[in-house]
């Protein structure tokens, strides 16, 4: 997601948009209470720490109505929220110069974190894992409670494997305080590397939501993808559940580009 703000000024770019946002909200009777209880300082530090917290959607998600993504009992009216929206992407357009293209995505972005923000704000149980608190026991627990069927690895990686649309992994790295989501599918026999990046290529075009790649392995060739979330300043279960959900939603879209059958897809598979 930086990648997008590096285009607007970075990080200073960036507190320009919270700030003018900020000001704007708060100066509409009719719609201040979106930010009561958040302030601009925490507002910036949640955006900043838990960026990668937020998965790249599709360009026709950013085509449509935004929606509120804070718990139910935290959500403002409908028509209050949409106000906000519409008020955010006028002063991208207008005062920052955003790229009509780019303003879907930042407006979603930011203010899907800005939600987080506000929730915590109001949260009365502990939403966030201090870096103490990530272990593979508490993911695992995490996950159950989630509705997922997850076990511990001998290696010390939770599996789940149902509840999401495609069975994952999760890895602790702690030399780099990173979570690590991973999913693969095994190609069939005699497949190559080459015929599955085949699939890559469509699935860049068409599912350019996370990364893939192809490895080699002493049976058949894999198709792999991998997300790696932060959690030196912690993490935010809300937003690590739904970007669990949203990793392997579109890891399973991307595997509906294998049209020749060149992959062992395990849901279509029923394994």
Same mark, same amino acid.
């Given at each position: ?6 285009? /607007?000024? @970075? ?11 900020? *000001? *704007?909200?708060?100066? %509409? #009777? ?5 930010? +009561?209880?958040? %302030? ?6 949640? #955006? ?11 360009? !026709?998600? /950013? ?11 935290? !959500?403002? $009216?409908? @028509? #209050? +929220?949409?106000?906000?929206? #519409?008020? +955010? ?6 005062? +920052? ?6 303003? @879907? ?12 923000? !506000?929730?915590q704000a109001e949260d009365l149980t502990m939403t966030t894992w201090k870096p103490v608190d990530i272990t593979a026991i508490n993911i695992d627990r995490f996950y ?11 290696? $010390? ?5 149902? $509840? ?36 890559? *290529? ?7 939501v996370i990364s893939y790649r192809a490895l080699p392995t002493e049976i058949n060739p894999v198709l792999l993808s991998e997300y790696k979330l932060p959690y030196k300043? @912690?993490?935010?279960?809300r937003l690590f559940f739904r970007v669990t959900k949203l990793f392997t939603g579109a890891f399973s879209d991307a595997l509906d580009c294998d049209k020749e059958g ?7 598979? $029923?394994?």
């Amino acid at each position: 997601m930086i990648n997008i703000f590096n285009k /607007y000024g @970075g990080l200073d770019g960036l507190k320009s948009m919270l700030t003018r946002l900020h *000001e *704007e909200v708060v100066s %509409k #009777q009719e719609v201040r209470h979106f930010l +009561f209880n958040s %302030k601009l300082e925490q507002i910036y530090k949640d #955006q900043i720490n838990y960026m990668p917290y937020i998965l790249r959607k599709t360009d !026709r998600f /950013y085509r449509e109505n935004l929606i509120q993504t804070s718990p139910p009992d935290v !959500r403002i $009216g409908g @028509g #209050q +929220f949409e106000e906000i929206v #519409q008020m +955010f992407k006028r002063i991208l357009l207008k005062e +920052f110069k955003v790229e009509r293209e780019d303003v @879907g995505r930042i407006a979603s972005h930011i203010l899907e974190l800005i939600e987080e923000t !506000r929730s915590q704000a109001e949260d009365l149980t502990m939403t966030t894992w201090k870096p103490v608190d990530i272990t593979a026991i508490n993911i695992d627990r995490f996950y159950t409670k989630s509705g997922f069927m997850s076990k511990i690895e001998k290696n $010390g990686e939770i599996t789940v494997l149902s $509840g999401a649309s495609y069975p994952f992994r999760t890895r602790i790295d702690a030399v780099n305080k990173n979570l690590v989501l991973s999913a693969k599918c095994s190609a069939n026999d005699g497949i190559t590397i080459q015929q599955i990046n085949e699939v890559i *290529e469509m699935a860049n075009i068409k599912v350019p939501v996370i990364s893939y790649r192809a490895l080699p392995t002493e049976i058949n060739p894999v198709l792999l993808s991998e997300y790696k979330l932060p959690y030196k300043y @912690g993490v935010p279960t809300r937003l690590f559940f739904r970007v669990t959900k949203l990793f392997t939603g579109a890891f399973s879209d991307a595997l509906d580009c294998d049209k020749e059958g060149y992959l062992k897809n395990l849901v279509k598979s $029923g394994a």
